[in-house]
């Protein structure tokens, strides 16, 4: 029996894994469409979104009902409970990916960049891929010192947030100037988001090792 619910965890844990290992690749589809290589991935940003979004949502009712037929001892509830923070900021992070699909059908590709912002964004998607999976390595790998190596990076993320911000707020530019800043500071914010949402996966590493975690609980973080 204490077999089966742990195969039973397991299976919800690498499935949930799986559908968070696809936003660094979907993350690389929005550096592409930025950058001009291509122009019809906003369609394949969104549909990644409401995939992960989808199969965040089964997660807590599978879970209630795994425990409900078990015993769950107190390892048993920490895997648990790290899957519901798991899940849950898995549905922010598709979230993200949603409202940056919507600003990419937005973007005019004929619009210089004059301001550089472009760039800005594609390291900001790098940092951002890279936190990720560094995140979900530890989560699988139950490695507190990856788990908690996110800081150097997510800095660097929020110091270009910052810059893109500044950057639209600067006059002198063309209307359609001022409507590409604007629609790259809001993929930006959301980028930054993708980015915070990556430290707390890697905290729900570290309460799996240490039974403590830095990370608030589950609530209205977006």
Not at 20 to 33: G, I, N
Not at 181 to 204: C, K, P, T, Y
Request: with cysteine; glycine share 4%; charged share 25%.
């Amino acid at each position: 029996m204490r077999q089966v619910f742990a195969d039973e965890l397991t299976a919800v844990e690498q499935r949930l894994q799986a559908a968070l290992d696809r936003v660094p690749e979907t993350l690389t589809l929005v550096a592409e469409q930025l950058d001009g290589r291509r122009n019809d991935h906003a369609d394949w940003v969104a549909g990644d979104a409401e995939q992960l979004r989808q199969i965040a949502k089964t997660i807590d009712p599978e879970l209630v009902l795994i425990c409900a037929r078990q015993a769950p001892v107190a390892g048993d509830l920490r895997l648990v409970l790290a899957l519901l923070e798991l899940a849950h900021h898995a549905i922010l992070i598709a979230n993200q990916l949603g409202l940056i699909a919507e600003q990419l059908t937005e973007i005019n590709p004929d619009t210089p960049d004059h301001a550089g912002t472009t760039d800005e964004l594609s390291q900001m998607i790098a940092f951002a891929g890279r936190q990720l999976r560094e995140a979900l390595t530890a989560v699988d790998t139950r490695d507190l010192t990856s788990a908690r190596g996110r800081e150097k990076q997510d800095n660097e993320i929020d110091q270009i947030n910052r810059r893109i911000f500044k950057t639209a707020l600067e006059p002198g530019a063309t209307t359609a100037q001022r409507e590409l800043a604007m629609r790259h500071m809001l993929i930006s914010r959301s980028i930054e988001r993708i980015g915070d949402n990556a430290v707390d996966l890697g905290e729900q590493a570290a309460f799996l090792v240490t039974r403590l975690c830095r990370s608030v609980p589950v609530g209205p973080r977006v």
